[in-house]
Every structure is written in C-alpha cells, then in structure tokens.
T-cell receptor, first 115, second 111 residues
Framework: DAGVTQSPTHLIKTRGQHVTLRCSPISGHKSVSWYQQVLGQGPQFIFQYYEKEERGRGNFPDRFSARQFPNYSSELNVNALLLGDSALYLC??????????????FGEGSRLTVL | QQQVKQSPQSLIVQKGGISIINCAYENTAFDYFPWYQQFPGKGPALLIAIRPDVSEKKEGRFTISFNKSAKQFSLHIMDSQPGDSATYFCAAGGATNKLIFGTGTLLAVQP
C-alpha cells in the first residue's frame, strides 16, 4: 500500500510569491495534518482537516491556509512568502482526529526555499 | 505549558553502546508520548510510544522509560548500530489534534 505522498518534493520561490503544496493520505485515512519543520527543529503543527472540515489550527499567520478535497487529499497554501517560511512541510495522515491514538503517519515532505 | 524539552541536542555513541535521550513536559493533559526517528531527506517515522499508565515499554532494542511524577520520559537504544544514526524526536499528545515535538537529538553511532 502506498504511504503518504507529497508534491512537489523541492521548490524554490521568491519573497512575496505564493505556493501550493499537495498531499495524498494513506488509503482509508480521512484526517490530514500539516506540520512545518524548520531546519534543526522539531515539526510544528499548522492545520488538521478531517472529513473536509478544519479541526485544528496552530499558531501560524493567516497567510497559511489549507483545504481538504472529497477524496481526502489536501492542499496547503502559503501567500506572500517570507524568508522565514523556508522549511520542510510535512503532511501526516491518520484515521483518527485525536493525536493520542497513535496513528500519525508522515510523508517525506516538501522542501520549500524562499529567496 | 505546551513545550516538550529534549536533550541532548546531539549524541555520539560507539557501536554496541547505549544511547539515551531525555524529554520533559509540563502539560499534564498529555497522555501519549511517541518517539519518532527521522533520516535525512525523509519524514519522521514512529519508532515506539508509551502511555502514562505504564513506566516502561520495550520493543526490540528500543525502550521508553516514563516517570509520571517527574513529567519526564526517555528513550534508550541498546546495542546501538551505525544504522541507528538519525535524528530522534520525542513528542507528546492528548485528546487534541496535534502532537507537540521536542527539538530533536542528532545521534551518530560510530563503527
């Protein structure tokens, strides 16, 4: 079975541009979460979507938005890119909404570099 | 209250030795404590996890020790191998929808 797939794997943008990152969860998983991992740090929670509804939002500015589609895939959008947005963006898939169920599976991430 | 503090930042261990990584948390609402392993260019992968109703959990060479009263937990890697060289993250979660991660420990196992 395929794991969590993310695209693109790497991308370079300039300040002020917009970026869209995509994620396909494990088959049968209805929950998708997005995490930002800055170099040398642990992942930080951005959003969770379950059954196409936003179920949680981390401490990120409104420039960050996301959505989930009927097939449970998801997009993360970031507007007006800043240098500090350079990071690895991780998508995590789960069959549950709560973090303590032990079923969070991560993709390999999209490496965003903002110049 | 949402922080998870992890130490050391980096660790060098000889092959066959024991690697020990420590974490501490403050939020008593956390009831799930996983450890993730991350290789360069890959996403984190769940290694082992523990819940507060037990003080120790062992899976192969990996053991989590949990001290509820001190709000601390640690990962022990026995008989460390060069293939264990990676970054290790502790995390904590509760009934909410997010995991809180530590800052990571870069482990290098020398042959």
């Amino acid at each position: 079975d395929a794991g969590v797939t993310q695209s693109p794997t790497h991308l370079i943008k300039t300040r002020g541009q917009h970026v869209t990152l995509r994620c396909s969860p494990i088959s049968g998983h209805k929950s998708v979460s997005w995490y930002q991992q800055v170099l040398g740090q642990g992942p930080q929670f951005i959003f969770q979507y379950y059954e196409k509804e936003e179920r949680g939002r981390g401490n990120f500015p409104d420039r960050f938005s996301a959505r989930q589609f009927p097939n449970y895939s998801s997009e993360l959008n970031v507007n007006a890119l800043l240098l500090g947005d350079s990071a690895l963006y991780l998508c995590a898939s789960s069959s549950q909404t709560r973090a303590n169920t032990g079923e969070l599976f991560f993709g390999e991430g999209s490496r965003l570099t903002v110049l | 209250q949402q922080q998870v503090k992890q130490s050391p930042q980096s660790l060098i261990v000889q092959k066959g030795g024991i690697s020990i990584i420590n974490c501490a948390y403050e939020n008593t609402a956390f009831d799930y404590f996983p450890w993730y392993q991350q290789f360069p260019g890959k996403g984190p992968a769940l290694l082992i996890a523990i819940r507060p109703d037990v003080s120790e959990k062992k899976e192969g060479r990996f053991t989590i020790s949990f001290n509820k009263s001190a709000k601390q937990f640690s990962l022990h890697i026995m008989d460390s191998q060069p293939g264990d060289s990676a970054t290790y993250f502790c995390a904590a979660g509760g009934a909410t929808n997010k995991l809180i991660f530590g800052t990571g420990t870069l482990l290098a196992v020398q042959p």
